[in-house]
């Protein structure tokens, strides 16, 4: 108990001192810095190899900190963040001008989220500044959903990982950006097109791809493991010759997948070498937008 306090402690600094530290969500882990300190955000985007165009997210523990990162904050803002903070919604504002311009990669809006994990939390509280992070993986590597995940990626390239266990919702949360008239899903992720029309009483559309206020971040290889992946959507198109089977329905010769374990799933099979996974998609994970989205990018298909 007494190493976790001093862990904790050494974390605090490490942020307030310009370092990057991964800590945990309850959507994925995150590769965290200080939103105000540029030269850690720059260490973000080299541990990580992001491309430089791709915005980050910051992450508050109070919703009024909100106004120390964005202007003109609309009403939607306000309901969706009584609805749905802590959690996984991350809401697209017009950016406050003393945001670097690092964390936007450039853009006029920024993202901002309260998580729901209490470590998280607790680090952005002790910290004293709202935190850019980004999930903790390698650029194009499917998100880290655990301590041993993040090792996996970054091992000797960050200075601490939190341990906060396993992620409870396993996809990176939905991106909804209110910067037109009509509010606009970015990303999909486990807080649905539904529920946000039911909190802002009016209709939500989804980005198309081609959709130049699309996420700059969907525009890359995303989520992806280093077998190839082929998707089946009904049992006969699952090739008897795939070394490996990731199935969302109960199947023979196949390991069981969920939102919450399909990126340790993928990790898995990339570890034990497989050269080709087929990914079952059946009829619980078809009506859920957020997976589906990750599944098809998994397989190179978005
Ligand atoms: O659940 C999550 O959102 C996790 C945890 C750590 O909070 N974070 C996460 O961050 O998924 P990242 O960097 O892997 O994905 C951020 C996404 C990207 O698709 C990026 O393009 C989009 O959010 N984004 C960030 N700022 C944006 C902006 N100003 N306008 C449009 N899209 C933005
Ligand atoms: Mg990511």
């Given amino acids: 108990m007494e190493e976790e306090e001093t ?5 605090v600094e490490l942020l307030k001192n310009g370092n990057v530290v991964a800590f945990p969500t309850e959507t994925v882990y995150g590769l965290g810095a200080s939103v105000f300190c540029e030269e850690a955000i720059q260490k973000i985007f080299s541990i990580k190899r992001r491309p430089s165009d791709n915005p980050l997210i910051v992450h508050i523990s109070h919703v009024e900190d909100v106004k120390k ?7 939607a803002f306000y309901l969706l963040s009584e609805v749905f903070w802590p959690g996984p919604l991350t809401v697209v504002l017009k950016k406050h001008p003393s945001v670097p311009a690092l964390a936007s990669a450039g853009q006029p809006s920024i993202a901002v989220r309260m998580p729901a994990h209490p470590l998280a939390l607790r680090l952005i509280e002790a910290v004293g500044e ?3 992070a980004p999930s903790a993986n ?3 590597r499917p998100s880290p959903t655990s301590s041993a995940d993040v090792r996996e990626d970054l091992k000797d390239l960050v200075p601490l990982i939190l341990e906060g266990g396993e992620c409870l919702i396993g996809i990176e949360s939905t991106v909804i950006s209110l910067l037109g008239p009509d509010p606009v899903i970015l990303r999909p992720g486990a807080v649905t097109l539904e529920q946000l029309e039911a909190a802002l009483g009016m209709p939500v559309r989804l980005a198309r791809e081609k959709d130049p206020i699309a996420s700059p971040g969907m525009r890359h290889r995303h989520y992806a493991p280093r077998a190839k992946v082929h998707l089946a959507f009904r049992s006969e198109e699952i090739r008897p010759s795939s070394s490996h089977i990731i199935s969302s329905e109960p199947l023979e010769s196949a390991l069981v997948f969920n939102r919450r374990n399909f990126y340790a799933r993928l990790r898995e099979a990339d570890r034990l070498g497989a050269s080709e996974i087929t990914i079952y998609c059946g009829p619980s994970v078809q009506k859920d937008a957020g997976l589906m989205n990750r599944i098809v990018r998994s397989a190179g298909l978005l």
């Fill in 7 to 11: 862990i904790f402690s050494k974390a």
């Fill in 138 to 140: 390698l650029s194009g």
């Fill in 130 to 132: 709202p935190l850019v």
């Fill in 69 to 75: 990162l964005a202007v003109d904050i609309p009403k």
